[in-house]
C-alpha cells in the first residue's frame, strides 16, 4: 500500500519543541520507525511550513496512486478552511493523527478545523500516533476495497 504522510508546520523542528507535548523524537525518527515497522508498504513523505505545498499534495494524491492519507497538520489543524476543502475532494482514507492530546492542550487547539474532512483521529500517544494512523488508514482502504492504487 502507497501512504502519504503530510506534516504541517513547525514539525521539522519536532525534536527541538516541549518533550512534555512531543515526545523528543525528531520527524525524521518517526518516519524511518514508520518505515521498518511497516516494511510491505511505501510512504511519500511530506514536511512544509506552507499551506499551499500542503494542498498541492492532497488533491495530487489520487493521481499520484497514493492508497491513504495519515496527516499531521500542526497548527493548521486548527485554522485551514482550505486545507479542510481539499481533504473533501480526495476519497481515499484519511487519518487525522497528532503526538499530543488535543483536549489537553490551550483551549485554541481544542477544535479540529480539518478533523470534519478527516477519516478519523488519533491524538495523544506520542509518535505512536502514526502507527495507530497507518493501521487505520490500511484497514479503511482494505475494507474499501481502494488499495492497489499503486499495485502493491
Same mark, same amino acid.
Given at each position: 500500500m /502507497?501512504? @502519504? %504522510?503530510?506534516n504541517g508546520p513547525n514539525l521539522n523542528l519536532l525534536e527541538s519543541r516541549?518533550?512534555? /507535548? &512531543?515526545?523528543?523524537?525528531? @520527524?525524521?525518527?518517526?518516519e524511518e520507525h514508520l518505515k521498518h515497522?511497516?516494511? =510491505?508498504?511505501?510512504f511519500e513523505w511530506l514536511q512544509s511550513?506552507?499551506?499551499? !505545498? @500542503?494542498i498541492d499534495a492532497i488533491q495530487s494524491a489520487e493521481a499520484q496512486h497514493i492508497d !491513504?492519507? %495519515?496527516?499531521?497538520?500542526?497548527? &493548521?489543524?486548527?485554522s485551514s478552511v482550505a486545507i479542510h476543502d481539499a481533504l473533501e475532494l480526495v476519497r481515499i482514507p484519511k487519518?487525522? %493523527?497528532h503526538l499530543s492530546n488535543l483536549a489537553k492542550r490551550e483551549e485554541m487547539r481544542h477544535v479540529s478545523v480539518v478533523g470534519a474532512?478527516? =477519516?478519523g483521529s488519533i491524538a495523544g500517544f506520542g509518535a505512536l500516533s502514526y502507527v495507530l494512523g497507518v493501521e487505520a488508514? %490500511?484497514?479503511?482502504? @482494505?475494507?474499501r476495497g481502494l488499495s492497489g492504487f499503486s499495485g502493491a
Amino acid at each position: 500500500m /502507497h501512504i @502519504l %504522510v503530510l506534516n504541517g508546520p513547525n514539525l521539522n523542528l519536532l525534536e527541538s519543541r516541549e518533550a512534555s /507535548h &512531543y515526545g523528543g523524537q525528531s @520527524l525524521a525518527e518517526i518516519e524511518e520507525h514508520l518505515k521498518h515497522r511497516f516494511p =510491505d508498504h511505501t510512504f511519500e513523505w511530506l514536511q512544509s511550513n506552507h499551506e499551499g !505545498a @500542503l494542498i498541492d499534495a492532497i488533491q495530487s494524491a489520487e493521481a499520484q496512486h497514493i492508497d !491513504a492519507i %495519515v496527516a499531521n497538520f500542526g497548527g &493548521y489543524t486548527h485554522s485551514s478552511v482550505a486545507i479542510h476543502d481539499a481533504l473533501e475532494l480526495v476519497r481515499i482514507p484519511k487519518i487525522e %493523527v497528532h503526538l499530543s492530546n488535543l483536549a489537553k492542550r490551550e483551549e485554541m487547539r481544542h477544535v479540529s478545523v480539518v478533523g470534519a474532512a478527516m =477519516d478519523g483521529s488519533i491524538a495523544g500517544f506520542g509518535a505512536l500516533s502514526y502507527v495507530l494512523g497507518v493501521e487505520a488508514a %490500511v484497514a479503511l482502504a @482494505l475494507e474499501r476495497g481502494l488499495s492497489g492504487f499503486s499495485g502493491a
